[in-house]
C-alpha cells in the first residue's frame, strides 16, 4: 500500500505537472499551428477535466473527448430489445449505469419500475451465478462495455454456463473505433491519445495497421494527471521533429503485444463484425458477435431478435448526444444540458455513465464551452 501511495503521490505531483506544463509551452509556441488532439476514454475526460487540464494548455493545443464511453455508444436498438425481454419475462442482468440508459422508448430502470426483472450486477460472473442458483428462470446478461470487458464474458462461456442463460452482445472493439477516426480528415484531428485500459488489453500492434494510413502521432496513456500531461508532451514533440509514431506513456502497464491470454480467449469465442456506435455510424470491425459454436448462447438467435442499429427515435428531441459522443460539439452546446437533461434525471445516454462527457461536465459545473484552437 505505501509503494502505491507513493507512486499516486508522484502522478499527481504538482511541481513535476508545473514543469509538463512549461514543456508543453515551449513545444506549442515552436509549432505555432493549431494541434487538436483526441482521447477515446471516458476515464480520461474525467482526468482532464476534474483537473483542470485544459485549463494548462496553450491556446493552439486542444483535447477533445471522442467515443470512448460504453454506454454511451450503446445502440438504442439493443437497449430496446432488453427492455423486450424483461417485460417478456426473461430476468435482464446489466451493470448499473447501463441499466439507467434509455432505448427508443424506456431504459432498463423504467422497465423494472413496471414490473420487468431487471437486476444490477458488477460483471459475468454475477449473472452466472444467479442463473445457476433459479434454473427454472430464463437469464440474459446485457454484455455491454468494450475489449476491456469482453475476455471475462469470453472465460466464462468457455468454462460453460448455465442452459437457462443468454447473451445479448453489444461489446465494442476500441481499436477499431480509433482507427477509423484517425483514417478519417471529418473531424480534423491531429493527434490520439489511447485508452490505457483497453490498449492492456489488446497491445498497440492493432492500432499499427491505422497508423501507417494516417501518420498521426499517438499516445497510450494512464490515467493520473501526469500521465495525461506527459502524453500531450510526447505528442507535441514528435510534431515538432516531424516524426509521428506510435508510443506508450503507460509502460507500467501496456505492451505491444497486450494482454495475449485474454486475446486468445477472445478469439476463441467472438468474431468481429461491423459495429455501430450509438448516434454516429457503423464502424468496420467494431462489434462483437459470438461464434457460430456458441449460437445457443446468442439471445438474438435464442429470441429471434433482429438485427438493428440506427434508430431515428435514438434520443429525445433536440438532444444532440452523437455530436457529443464523438467529440463535435461540448456538452453546454446541447439545448437540454442542464436544463431538463441532468445526472439524476439524464434524457441522453452521455449524462447517464460516470464515464460519459456529459456527466463528467455537469458534475464538475462546467456550463461554459471549452476554449477551441478551431471550429
Given at each position: 500500500m505505501s509503494e502505491?501511495?507513493?507512486?499516486?503521490?508522484?502522478?499527481?505531483?504538482?511541481t513535476l505537472a508545473k514543469a509538463l506544463r512549461l514543456r508543453i509551452e515551449?513545444?506549442?509556441?515552436?509549432?505555432q499551428e493549431n494541434i487538436m488532439i483526441m482521447h477515446v476514454c471516458g476515464s480520461h475526460e474525467w482526468t482532464i477535466t476534474h483537473y483542470g487540464i485544459r485549463s494548462l494548455l496553450p491556446e493552439n493545443v486542444e483535447v477533445r473527448a471522442g467515443p470512448g464511453c460504453p454506454v454511451c455508444i450503446t445502440p438504442a436498438t439493443d437497449i430496446d430489445d432488453a427492455v423486450?425481454?424483461?417485460?417478456?419475462?426473461?430476468v435482464v442482468t446489466t451493470y448499473g449505469d447501463m441499466s439507467r440508459a434509455r432505448g427508443t422508448k424506456m431504459s432498463l430502470e423504467e422497465a423494472r419500475a413496471m414490473g420487468g426483472d431487471v437486476r444490477v450486477i458488477y460483471g459475468v460472473q454475477d449473472a452466472v451465478k444467479m442463473a445457476r442458483r433459479e434454473p427454472n428462470k430464463d437469464f440474459l446478461f446485457f454484455a455491454v462495455g468494450m475489449d476491456t470487458t469482453a475476455p471475462a464474458t469470453a472465460f466464462e462461456m468457455m468454462k460453460g454456463v448455465p442452459d437457462n442463460l443468454s447473451f445479448l452482445v453489444s461489446y465494442r472493439y476500441t481499436p477499431a473505433i480509433q482507427g477509423s477516426v484517425m483514417d478519417s480528415n471529418v473531424l480534423g484531428i491531429d493527434a490520439f491519445i489511447?485508452?490505457?485500459?483497453?490498449?492492456?488489453?489488446?497491445?498497440?500492434?492493432?492500432?499499427?495497421?491505422?497508423?501507417?494510413r494516417s501518420k498521426k502521432p499517438m499516445v497510450a496513456t494512464g490515467f493520473e494527471p501526469i500521465d495525461v500531461l506527459m502524453s500531450i508532451y510526447m505528442i507535441l514533440k514528435q510534431i515538432d521533429e516531424g516524426k509521428p509514431k506510435?508510443?506508450?506513456e503507460y509502460t507500467r502497464s501496456?505492451?505491444?503485444?497486450?494482454?495475449?491470454?485474454?486475446?486468445?480467449v477472445m478469439e476463441r469465442v467472438f468474431d468481429l463484425e461491423d459495429?455501430?456506435?450509438r448516434g454516429v455510424a457503423v464502424f468496420p470491425k467494431a462489434g462483437f458477435r459470438l461464434k457460430e459454436e456458441f449460437s445457443k448462447k446468442d439471445a438474438r438467435v435464442q429470441y429471434g431478435l433482429k438485427d438493428r442499429t440506427k434508430s431515428k427515435d435514438e434520443y429525445v428531441a433536440g438532444a444532440r448526444c452523437g455530436e457529443v459522443v464523438m467529440g463535435l460539439i461540448d456538452p453546454p452546446e446541447c439545448p437540454l444540458y442542464g436544463k431538463t437533461c441532468k445526472p439524476e434525471d439524464p434524457k441522453g445516454a452521455p449524462m447517464v455513465s460516470q464515464e460519459?462527457?456529459?456527466?463528467?461536465?455537469?458534475?464538475?459545473?462546467?456550463?461554459?464551452?471549452?476554449p477551441r484552437c478551431r471550429r
Open positions: 502505491y501511495l507513493s507512486l499516486l503521490k508522484y502522478y499527481r505531483d504538482p515551449e513545444l506549442a509556441k515552436k509549432i423486450k425481454l424483461a417485460m417478456d419475462g426473461v489511447s485508452a490505457g485500459h483497453s490498449v492492456t488489453v489488446t497491445g498497440l500492434r492493432p492500432y499499427y495497421e491505422y497508423f501507417l506510435i508510443e506508450n501496456v505492451t505491444w503485444e497486450g494482454n495475449v491470454k485474454a486475446q486468445q459495429g455501430y456506435v460519459g462527457t456529459c456527466w463528467i461536465w455537469a458534475t464538475h459545473r462546467i456550463v461554459n464551452v471549452s
